[in-house]
């Protein structure tokens, strides 16, 4: 009684245990041949879930920055909008990651994706500003270049952050932004944030290849399908 989405998902992972099986004991090649042979459920097609640059500022504009816990999200929530990485390739981010003001002038931060696929983005002034202040409050004057870049203090010590704690904190925000901007979706996930830069950089005249490098896509498809959104806004206009 699964879905179909389900289904294909626990069907692609028989076939990955059985391809590694197969690679271990050949008695099971014959196996892993059947099940390439299984085809997969029909899913409809999810259309993208529209976060517009109203909503954005809105969502911003309920983070408290009077207080120290606002400060660190709405720094994080605007270097994960901004340079739309991954919410891990985020979190694994490293001080010595981070490149502001140096000799070569040039702001970004290098980001390891998946495949251990290393790419630089760069960053905004507005962004470099908003970091910078951050270092400052939660690092210090002399920081450590191995710290991570977002942490949360446990026994002492400074730890990763998991997606699940900023997930929550996410949700909390679009909350209080959805009573002030309809537009904001109150269940939203990082991920959505993702897509939602991708979907402004197109509003902002980007070509879909400079979109697909700046995401670390491998496939242009996966850029176009599943990432870029055409938004209301545009559709409006195109109609003008």
């Known amino acids: 009684k699964s879905c179909n989405s389900t289904c294909n998902h626990r069907l692609a992972c028989l076939r990955s245990f059985l391809k590694y099986l197969s690679h271990k004991d050949i008695r099971f090649i014959n196996v892993e041949y059947d099940s390439k042979a299984v085809k997969r459920m029909k899913e409809p097609q999810r259309s993208i879930l529209e976060i517009t640059k109203k909503a954005m500022k809105a969502f911003f504009g309920v983070i408290d920055l009077k207080t120290r816990t606002g400060r660190q999200y709405f720094a994080l929530f605007t270097l994960?909008?901004?340079?739309?990485?991954?919410?891990?390739?985020?979190?694994?981010?490293?001080?010595?990651?981070?490149?502001?003001?140096?000799?070569?002038?040039?702001?970004?931060?290098?980001?390891?994706?998946?495949?251990?696929?290393?790419?630089?983005?760069?960053?905004?002034?507005?962004?470099?500003?908003?970091?910078?202040?951050?270092?400052?409050?939660f690092h210090g004057d002399t920081p450590n270049k191995d710290e991570y870049l977002f942490y949360s203090n446990y026994n002492g010590n400074r730890h990763?952050?998991?997606?699940?704690?900023?997930?929550?904190?996410?949700?909390?925000?679009?909350r209080l932004a959805h009573?002030?901007?309809?537009?904001?979706?109150?269940?939203?996930?990082?991920?959505?944030?993702?897509?939602?830069?991708?979907?402004?950089?197109?509003?902002?005249?980007?070509?879909?290849?400079?979109?697909?490098?700046?995401?670390?896509?491998?496939?242009?498809?996966?850029?176009?399908?599943?990432?870029?959104?055409?938004?209301?806004?545009?559709?409006?206009?195109?109609?003008?």
Not at 112 to 123: P, S, V
């Open 160 to 174: 990763k952050l998991s997606p699940e704690a900023i997930n929550k904190r996410l949700k909390i925000y679009a």
């Open 179 to 240: 009573a002030t901007c309809s537009e904001m979706p109150e269940n939203i996930h990082c991920h959505n944030l993702r897509s939602a830069r991708a979907t402004h950089w197109l509003e902002e005249d980007l070509n879909v290849l400079m979109i697909q490098k700046l995401l670390g896509h491998e496939n242009i498809s996966t850029t176009t399908k599943s990432y870029v959104a055409v938004s209301n806004a545009q559709k409006a206009k195109a109609l003008a």
């Open 80 to 137: 994960l909008y901004n340079t739309a990485t991954r919410i891990d390739e985020l979190l694994s981010l490293k001080l010595d990651d981070l490149h502001i003001g140096e000799h070569d002038g040039k702001n970004y931060i290098t980001v390891w994706g998946k495949g251990t696929k290393l790419r630089n983005i760069y960053l905004l002034p507005e962004v470099v500003k908003i970091i910078r202040q951050y270092v400052h409050m």
